[in-house]
């Protein structure tokens, strides 16, 4: 079953604008991370976030965690056509840390 | 240069056919993972190794199977049992618990 949704299911915007995904989980975790995945590749990941960090940074990409709302958000800044990808995020499976259950994604268009 | 690798990129299975995808990394990491992706769809797991000779099931193994005989490789059998096999098929690994998986570029699976 899976754990975490993200939300919107699509989002189409255009090349220096921001993009905001939501991802929502239902059960207590130790940490969440984010994948992309362009078109008919594997995933690559992006950023692992714990249950003690409220915020991360990676480049362009920011994360915020808020575990009281069992939810996260992954903000791309200043997007380029190139960051055009399904984005996932992924939570542990009961906290056994081995295993990851997946959203279904975000689709992000990025027009040039 | 470390990573996953996985063969064949494409693969036509027959009716009552057995087909057998290959995953190898180099990243000496100690988990694998197999995971099926239906199209517009997240992942959800199909195996997971923690462990040379050991493997466990997920959400969906019923009509695969897999082996872990070397750190390096984890091979996963589609049996002619699965009726609905066309899927892209990704690999990963894992140098620990709560860490990032590392993913293939993928097998897609069709039917003959």
């Known amino acids: 079953s899976q754990q975490g949704e993200e939300d919107p299911q699509a989002l189409s915007i255009q090349e220096g604008e921001n993009a905001t995904m939501n991802c929502s989980y239902k059960?207590?975790?130790?940490?969440l991370q984010w994948y992309r995945q362009n078109s008919g590749r594997g995933l690559v990941h992006l950023i692992l976030?714990?249950?003690?960090?409220r915020e991360k940074h990676s480049g362009r990409l920011r994360v915020t965690l808020d575990t009281s709302k069992k939810s996260s958000s992954l903000l791309i800044t200043a997007s380029r056509a190139a960051d055009t990808a399904s984005y996932f995020c992924?939570?542990?499976?009961?906290?056994?840390?081995?295993?990851?259950?997946f959203g279904g994604g975000t689709r992000l268009m990025v027009k040039p | 240069d470390g990573g996953i690798t996985q063969s064949p990129k494409y693969l036509f299975r027959k009716e009552g056919q057995n087909v057998t995808l290959s995953c190898e990394q180099n990243?000496?990491?100690?988990?694998m993972y197999w995971y099926r992706q239906d199209p517009g769809q997240g992942l959800r797991l199909i195996y997971y190794s923690q462990i040379v000779n050991d493997f466990q099931k997920g959400d969906i193994a019923e009509g695969y199977s897999v082996s872990r005989e070397k750190k390096e490789s984890f091979p996963l059998t589609v049996t002619s049992a699965q009726k609905n096999p066309t899927a892209f098929y990704l690999c990963?690994?894992?140098?620990?618990?709560?860490?990032?998986?590392?993913f293939g570029d993928g097998t897609r699976l069709s039917i003959l």
């Open positions: 990243l000496n990491h100690d988990a």
């Open positions: 059960t207590s975790i130790n940490n």
């Open positions: 992924a939570t542990p499976v009961n906290n056994a840390g081995n295993m990851l259950t």
């Open positions: 976030i714990r249950s003690n960090e």
């Open positions: 990963a690994s894992s140098p620990g618990p709560d860490q990032p998986q590392h």
